[in-house]
């Protein structure tokens, strides 16, 4: 069965560096999904992503996060200058169309020192 | 705002009974709701959709029940197994692009 790739399992990283987190989307899905859950906390939305824009991004999304799909496989989000508290687990989802299910990697763990 | 270290309910269920897991949403104007299974270290798993024009639907061993007059969602579980142990997350589509809003989750513990 087709499933969601997410690399790497887990980042360390040094507070105020760069991380890029990487994502391989289900092969025919067209919608784009980041998700992330502090540890015991909700699932939190991140951000939705059609056709190379932006379709919507909740108010934890701010200036230092971004997203890009570089080719027509990987799906990308980076975070300029983490912080402390940026420290938690990264769903990359996606579907087919805005109303299907949304499949989810596994999550990367970044983990900023 | 957000709760810090949210402690799970927690269901616990003999093996081969039924489950029912119980899940309020916020949004009367939501219009998809999914749920999914958290295992450990794993990314939330798809388990049954329903959308706002059916009261119920059924998979296999899951049937998904929907109450818009109380936005209430159930989950029911039949004959649970052991490998059924997970955390379980009611997701709404709030509308727009497909955000979806998670539910704080509820932990079932199947004992044989």
């Known amino acids: 069965e087709p499933e969601v790739t997410q690399t790497p399992s887990h980042q360390v990283t040094q507070m105020g560096q760069e991380v890029i987190l990487r994502c391989v989307p289900i092969?025919?899905?067209?919608?784009f999904y980041w998700y992330r859950q502090i540890l015991g906390q909700k699932v939190e939305f991140l951000v939705s992503?059609?056709?190379?824009?932006?379709?919507?991004k909740s108010e934890i999304f701010d200036d230092q996060f971004s997203v890009e799909r570089p080719d027509g496989s990987n799906f990308t989000l980076k975070i300029r200058s983490t912080k402390l508290e940026d420290s938690a687990m990264y769903f990359c989802?996606?579907?087919?169309?805005?109303?299907?299910?949304?499949?989810f990697g596994d999550g990367t763990r970044l983990s900023i020192l | 705002g957000e709760s810090v270290g949210l402690h799970l309910p927690t269901l616990s269920v003999q093996e081969g009974d039924n489950s029912i897991i119980n899940c309020a949403y916020s949004?009367?104007?939501?219009?998809?709701f999914i749920w999914y299974k958290q295992e450990s270290g794993k990314g939330p798993q798809f388990i049954i959709d329903?959308?706002?024009?059916?009261d119920k639907r059924q998979g296999q061993r899951v049937t998904v029940l929907l109450n818009k007059t109380v936005k209430h969602l159930s989950l029911q579980i039949a004959a649970t197994q052991p490998g059924d142990s997970a955390v379980y997350f009611c997701?709404?589509?709030?509308?727009?692009?497909?955000?979806?809003?998670f539910g704080a989750g509820t932990r079932l513990a199947v004992h044989p």
């Open positions: 989802a996606s579907s087919e169309d805005s109303d299907q299910p949304q499949h």
């Open positions: 092969s025919n899905h067209l919608y």
């Open positions: 992503f059609y056709n190379n824009e932006i379709s919507e």
């Open positions: 949004n009367s104007a939501s219009d998809y």
């Open positions: 329903i959308r706002s024009n059916m």
């Open positions: 997701a709404e589509n709030s509308g727009g692009y497909n955000k979806l809003i």
